[in-house]
């Protein structure tokens, strides 16, 4: 089975601190994403990397950036945590060019920033 | 752009009935696949069903199944015999494909099953 793993499920982190959130795959999937989810907004995207050292932003990349040095891991940065960042951010990863292949998901990272 | 509606925040529906839940969409695009995605509570989201938009052919996965209307842009899920392991947050999702698989998602619908 294909795992998606997430550093954290929950996390409490101070207005101006930098925040990782880290995530890895086990299934050598090429492209990883990161989202972000909120009640009544749904699932929106944040950043996604389609291959190692690759990234483009998503509908909402405003506050984050992101890192993906190694295929398996692809790490979310807020580099200065804000209230309007609480929210429940997830990971999903997927073979390149296989539509019919779902992504994947992990458990998810409940952020609360106070 | 291509958006994604789902109209029903919440539903509910009694153990061993029947539910559907609505998705519309829209986009110029001929050739895209749609998804349905089931998030239980403090749990994974997960794959339900998926649809070919080429495919005329309704999918089905033993209790679920979708009414797909091309032309009306509707992708509808219904749960037969509701059990009360369906209660989750249900996200209708599309993607147009591309290398990088981008899906965009509804809003979600919460389910709730009355024992």
């Known amino acids: 089975d294909v795992k998606v793993t997430q550093s954290s499920r929950y996390l409490v982190k101070r207005t101006g601190e930098k925040v990782f959130l880290e995530c890895v795959q086990d299934?050598?999937?090429?492209?990883m994403f990161w989202y972000r989810q909120d009640p009544g907004l749904g699932l929106r995207l944040i950043y996604f990397?389609?291959?190692?050292?690759?990234?483009e932003k998503g509908d909402i990349p405003e506050g984050y950036s992101v890192s993906r040095e190694k295929k398996e891991r692809f790490s979310l940065i807020l580099e200065s945590a804000s209230t309007n960042q609480t929210s429940m951010y997830l990971c999903?990863?997927?073979?390149?060019?296989?539509?019919?292949?779902?992504?994947?998901f992990g458990p998810g990272t409940r952020l609360t920033v106070t | 752009a291509q958006t994604v509606t789902q109209s029903q925040p919440e539903m509910s529906v009694q153990e061993a009935e029947t539910v559907t839940l609505s998705c519309t969409y829209d986009?110029?695009?001929?050739?895209?696949?749609l998804f349905w995605y089931k998030q239980p509570p403090s749990r994974q989201m997960i794959l339900v069903i998926r649809?070919?938009?080429?495919?005329?052919q309704n999918a089905t996965e033993n209790r679920f199944s979708v009414n797909f209307q091309k032309a009306a842009k509707s992708f509808s899920l219904k749960i037969s015999d509701s059990q009360l392991g369906d209660a989750a947050m249900y996200f209708c999702?599309?993607?147009?494909?591309?290398?990088?698989?981008?899906?965009?998602f509804g809003t979600g619908t919460l389910l709730a099953v009355q024992p």
């Open positions: 999903a990863s997927s073979p390149r060019d296989t539509l019919l292949t779902s992504q994947y």
């Open positions: 299934m050598d999937h090429e492209n």
């Open positions: 990397s389609y291959d190692v050292k690759m990234k």
């Open positions: 986009t110029s695009e001929s050739d895209y696949y």
């Open positions: 649809q070919e938009a080429y495919k005329q």
């Open positions: 999702a599309y993607t147009d494909g591309g290398a990088t698989n981008k899906l965009i």
